[in-house]
C-alpha cells in the first residue's frame, strides 16, 4: 500500500471532452491541478470528438461486415492518438507524465472482440510511474486478450476502463468529466424542470442508466458497485461539483424516497398467451433467447386463469424481429396460444432506494398517470422501481406527469438547508467503504473483473398474493385499487399487471397483482371487495417469493433462463415473475419455498 496520506484519482475524459486542441490543455490542466495538490493522478481519455464514429464508418466504406479483430485494432487508434496528445499536453506545461495504450499498462480482457470484458490489470507499470511523480495517462475502451490480439470494451467503454483502474489502484474516487453538469432526476432534453442530483446509489444508477438516463455505460456502475468505486460525474468545463455516485448508506442519508424517472422508449414488447400452467414452461420460453444472447429487460408473469398462464417481456426493438422468430418456435413447443408484438410502447419508471415498500410511491405514479389520461399497459417493480409500459406516443407526457407528481425538481427539504459542503458526501462514502486492497481486487478477479456475480438468493414467506380479476383496461384503475389500498395503511412489495385480454366483444380487462404481508390480508380483501364487488378478488394467503439478487443481471443474458431452469427441474411452478437490473422475484407456492430455496442456492453456487 502507498503513503496513506497521498490521494490517488482516477479522471476521464469523454470523447466531447476532448474534441479539439484547445480541450485538450483544459484537461491537461484539471489533471495538473489534482497533481499540484500532492495526489497520484491517473486520466483515462477517450478518442476525440466523433472520431471512433468516423473510423467505423471508413471500415463500412471499405466493406459493410469488417473482420471483427480488424474493427478493434482500427478503433483502439482513435484512444491512442487522445493519449499522446494529453501527454505533450502536459509535458508543455511542465509537468511528468507517460502516455499507456490498454495494452501496456496490461489491461487483459477476453477475446470477444467488439465488446470484450475485463479479466484483470496489473498495476506494476501504473505504480511505478506514479511513484516516480508523473501523471499516468491510459487511453479507454481498450485492451488485449491472452493472445495479444486487441480488444475493444464496446462503445462507452471508456467510462469502464476508469472504473476498473480506479479499482485496482484502490483510488479515492473516479472523476467521470463529460459535457453534461452531473446525473439529472431525468432527461432533461424531455423535461426542462429536471433537477440536477448531488448523490445517487449504484442500484439506482444501474436502473436509471439502463432506462434511458444514459450518462455512463452500465457496465462501468456494475463494476463500480462491485468494487465500492465512488464516481463523481461532473461538467469537464465547469468547476462545479456534480453528482456522486456511491454505496448506499452514503447516498440515502442525503436523498429522498424517489430519486428519479427515466423513461425508455427503445423497447418492444412480446406477450404468449395460453401458456399450459406447468413447471419448466417459462424456462422452455427463455432458454433460446438466452443461449443467443438477446438481453430480455422487463418480464412480468401473472398468475394464471383457467389453467393458463401469460408471460410478457420487453426486447431491444432492434432485436424483435430475431427474437420474435425464436420465440414462435419456443411458444409451439411449450403449447402456447398465441405470440403477440407491440413495438409502439414506452417504459416509465420512478426509481429510489428509499422505497421500502411501494404503497405510497404506487399510489402517487399511478394517480399522476390516471389524471394526465394515460393507460398503465402493464407494470412491475422491483425493490427500489417501479415500471409501468404505456403507449409510446403518450411516453414523454406521462414522464412529465410523474416528474412533476414526485416533485423531483424541488430540492428534498433535508438537503435544502445543509451547510454540508459537497465534500462531506466524499468523506461519507470512504467512512462507510471497506477499502478494496488491489491485492482482493486482483485475487477476486480470476477468474474475470466484469464476470457476473450473483451474491444472494432469498425466500421471504411472509407473504400474501392479491389478485384482482376483471381490471378494465382503462386509465385510473390502478390508481384507484392503490389508493384503497394506501388508506388501509397496507404495504406492498410485488406488483405485476399483464397485457390485456383481447376484448372479446366487451370491453379489455387485465389481470393485477400484488403481493402485501399474509397478516393484512383480511383488511385487503374488504377494502378491496368494497371498492369492486364481490367475487372480484382472488387470493392465496401464502406464497413463496424468491429472488436472485447481484451485480451484472441486466449485462449478462441468461440470469432469468437460469433461475427458471433451477426452479423447473426441482419441479416448482412459478405463478409470479418480476424482474429489474439488479434481482429476479418470483412468487411459488409456499410449500416448495424452501426446496426452491435450496435449489436456487445449487444453481448459483451459493
Ligand atoms: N471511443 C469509444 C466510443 O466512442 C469509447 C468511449 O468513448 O467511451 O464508444
Ligand atoms: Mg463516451
Not at 159 to 175: N, Q, R
Not at 454 to 463: G, N
Not at 516 to 528: M, W
Amino acid at each position: 500500500m502507498g503513503t496513506p496520506s497521498v490521494a490517488i484519482v482516477v479522471q476521464k475524459f469523454g470523447g466531447t471532452s476532448v474534441a479539439t486542441a484547445v480541450k485538450i490543455q483544459a484537461a491537461a490542466r484539471r489533471a495538473i491541478d489534482h497533481h499540484e495538490r500532492g495526489h497520484q493522478v491517473i486520466v483515462v481519455v477517450s478518442a476525440m470528438g466523433h472520431s471512433t464514429d468516423e473510423l467505423i464508418d471508413l471500415a463500412r466504406q471499405i466493406t459493410p461486415r469488417p473482420p471483427a479483430r480488424e474493427l478493434d485494432m482500427l478503433l483502439s487508434t482513435g484512444e491512442q492518438v487522445s493519449v499522446a496528445l494529453l501527454a505533450m499536453a502536459i509535458a508543455s506545461q511542465g509537468v511528468p507524465s507517460i502516455s499507456f495504450t490498454g495494452s501496456q499498462i496490461g489491461i487483459v480482457t477476453d477475446s470477444f472482440h467488439t465488446k470484450a470484458r475485463i479479466r484483470n490489470i496489473s498495476t506494476d507499470r501504473m505504480k511505478a510511474a506514479l511513484d516516480d511523480g508523473r501523471i499516468v495517462i491510459v487511453a479507454g475502451f481498450q485492451g488485449v486478450d491472452a493472445n495479444y490480439n486487441i480488444t475493444t470494451l464496446g462503445r462507452g467503454g471508456s467510462d469502464t476502463t476508469a472504473v476498473a483502474l480506479a479499482a485496482v489502484i484502490c483510488a479515492d474516487a473516479c472523476e467521470i468529466f463529460t459535457d453534461v453538469d452531473g446525473v439529472y432526476t431525468t432527461d432533461p432534453r424531455l423535461v426542462p424542470e429536471a433537477r440536477k442530483l448531488d448523490t445517487i446509489s449504484y442500484d439506482e444508477m444501474l436502473e436509471m442508466a439502463s432506462l434511458g438516463a444514459g450518462v455512463m455505460h452500465s457496465r462501468s456502475i456494475e463494476f463500480a458497485k462491485k468494487y465500492h468505486v465512488p464516481i463523481h460525474v461532473r461538467h469537464a468545463s465547469k468547476p462545479d461539483v456534480g453528482t456522486w455516485i456511491v454505496d448506499e448508506l452514503a447516498a440515502r442519508r442525503l436523498g429522498a424516497v424517489v430519486t428519479g424517472a427515466a423513461l425508455a422508449k427503445e423497447e418492444a414488447r412480446i406477450t404468449v398467451r395460453g401458456l399450459p400452467d406447468r413447471p419448466g414452461v417459462v424456462h422452455g420460453l427463455f432458454r433460446e433467447l438466452a443461449e443467443r444472447h438477446v438481453v430480455v429487460d422487463m418480464i412480468v408473469q401473472n398468475v394464471a386463469k383457467d389453467g393458463l398462464a401469460e408471460v410478457t417481456f420487453t426486447v431491444d426493438e432492434d432485436d424483435l424481429e430475431s427474437s420474435l422468430s425464436i420465440v414462435n418456435k419456443a411458444a409451439e413447443a411449450q403449447g402456447a396460444a398465441s405470440v403477440q408484438s407491440d413495438r409502439e410502447v414506452a417504459k416509465v419508471s420512478v426509481v429510489g432506494s428509499g422505497m421500502k415498500t411501494h404503497s405510497g410511491v404506487a399510489v402517487r405514479m399511478f394517480e399522476s398517470l390516471a389524471a394526465a389520461g394515460v393507460n398503465i399497459q402493464m407494470i412491475t417493480t422491483s425493490e427500489i422501481k417501479i415500471s409501468v409500459l404505456v403507449d409510446r406516443s403518450q411516453g414523454v407526457e406521462a414522464l412529465r406527469a410523474v416528474h412533476e407528481a414526485f416533485e423531483l425538481e424541488i430540492i428534498p427539504c433535508d438537503l435544502r438547508f445543509s451547510e454540508d459542503p459537497p465534500e462531506i458526501a466524499v468523506s461519507l462514502v470512504q467512512k462507510n467503504q471497506e477499502p478494496v486492497s488491489t491485492e482482493t481486487a486482483i485475487a477476486d478477479a480470476a477468474p474475470g473483473m466484469e464476470d457476473l456475480v450473483i451474491s444472494d438468493v432469498e425466500l421471504d414467506a411472509s407473504q400474501a398474493r392479491i389478485t384482482l380479476l376483471n381490471v378494465p383496461d382503462k386509465p385510473g384503475q390502478a390508481a384507484l385499487v392503490f389508493r384503497a389500498i394506501a388508506d388501509s395503511g397496507i404495504n406492498v412489495d410485488m406488483i405485476v399487471q399483464g397485457i390485456s385480454e383481447p376484448p372479446l366483444g366487451g370491453e379489455a380487462h387485465t389481470l393485477l397483482s400484488f403481493s402485501i404481508p399474509s397478516r393484512d390480508v383480511s383488511r385487503a380483501v374488504e377494502a378491496l371487495t368494497q371498492l369492486l364487488g364481490p367475487n372480484s378478488v382472488a387470493v392465496d394467503p401464502n406464497i413463496a417469493k424468491l429472488s436472485v439478487m447481484g451485480v451484472g443481471i441486466r449485462s449478462h443474458t441468461g440470469v432469468a433462463t437460469r433461475m427458471f431452469a433451477a426452479l423447473a427441474s426441482a419441479d416448482i411452478n412459478i405463478s409470479m415473475i418480476n424482474s429489474s437490473e439488479v434481482r429476479i422475484n418470483v412468487a411459488t407456492d409456499a410449500a416448495l419455498g424452501e426446496i426452491g430455496l435450496n435449489a436456487l442456492k445449487q444453481a448459483f453456487d451459493i
